[in-house]
């Protein structure tokens, strides 16, 4: 399974974006998913997750209330929606999945990343 990562771009502080994962490839199951980011001189810090059937999420206290996690398994696709950007935000946003193979392995897949970029 590959992840891609699109959406990405410059906005102004207070602007929008949202972020899309695609995965592709063949896998028994992909269970829990997450968005992730790193600043430039900074370690990769965790921003939402989001549960195998959707119904179950988490946000880290510097985006909750202005972010907002979700997916649709049938298109195989997470997204992220980013309101009230802060320049703080400003990062690459990785995404991130549990995937289960067709022999049974546990992997943890990562996408390339795209980058954010607020302006003040």
């Known amino acids: 399974v590959q992840l891609v990562e699109s959406g990405g771009g410059l906005v102004q502080a207070g602007g929008s974006l949202r972020l899309s994962c695609a995965a592709s490839?063949?896998?028994?199951?992909?269970?829990?998913m997450g968005w992730y980011r790193q600043a430039p001189g900074k370690q990769r810090e965790l921003v939402a997750t989001?549960?195998?059937?959707?119904?179950?999420?988490n946000y880290s206290d510097s985006v909750k209330g202005r972010f907002t996690i979700s997916r649709d398994n049938a298109k195989t696709t997470m997204y992220l929606q980013m309101n009230s950007l802060k320049p703080e935000d400003t990062a690459v946003y990785y995404c991130?999945?549990?995937?289960?193979?067709?022999?049974?392995?546990?992997?943890?897949?990562w996408g390339q990343g795209t980058l954010v970029t607020v302006s003040s």
């Open positions: 991130n999945a549990e995937v289960i193979t067709m022999t049974q392995r546990d992997l943890e897949v």
């Open positions: 490839g063949i896998a028994f199951s992909i269970n829990a």
């Open positions: 989001i549960s195998s059937g959707g119904d179950s999420t």
